[in-house]
């Protein structure tokens, strides 16, 4: 099944919601951008999180998820405000001359595990629903 058959459990596990993702996606990155340049923000972005409210993800190493042209991030419920999540983003973004706009949304999901994903929400189906939503929206960073 598709993400989007999923949607539906979307609104439930804004309440129920053990960890919250952020979804960082690249406005126009058909049009080409520096890889290397995007990991070195990364690592600098890194730098600005307390790895303690960063939920390690199973079998990375990388709190970070790269998906092509989308970065995702995912913390505890409830361990850092959005704001601060967004300003980082956008400080280091600045610092290391990364000159591509993103758009970006975040929401809360239940389980990491594929194999509970017909009864709680799970991370990947999240991923691609906070990127549907981010393009909605006109909010770029």
């Known amino acids: 099944m598709s993400w989007f058959e999923y949607s539906d459990m979307f609104d439930n596990a804004q309440i129920k919601g053990k960890y919250k993702c952020f979804v960082f996606d690249m406005k126009n990155s058909k049009h080409g951008y520096d890889i290397q340049q995007v990991l070195n923000f990364v690592e600098l972005f890194k730098t600005k999180i307390n790895p303690k409210v960063i939920h390690k993800l199973p079998k ?19 361990e850092i405000s959005d704001n601060y999540i967004y300003e980082s983003f956008k400080t280091s973004k600045n610092k290391i001359g990364l000159n591509k706009e993103y758009h970006y949304f975040s929401g809360y ?20 629903e906070l990127e549907h939503r981010a393009k909605q929206r006109k909010d770029l960073l």
């Open 109 to 128: 999901y239940e389980t990491d595990n594929w194999e509970e994903g017909s009864e709680l929400y799970y991370l990947g189906y999240c991923i691609q």
């Open 60 to 78: 990375k190493d990388n709190p970070f998820l790269i998906l092509g042209d989308l970065i995702v991030l995912v913390i505890n419920k409830n």
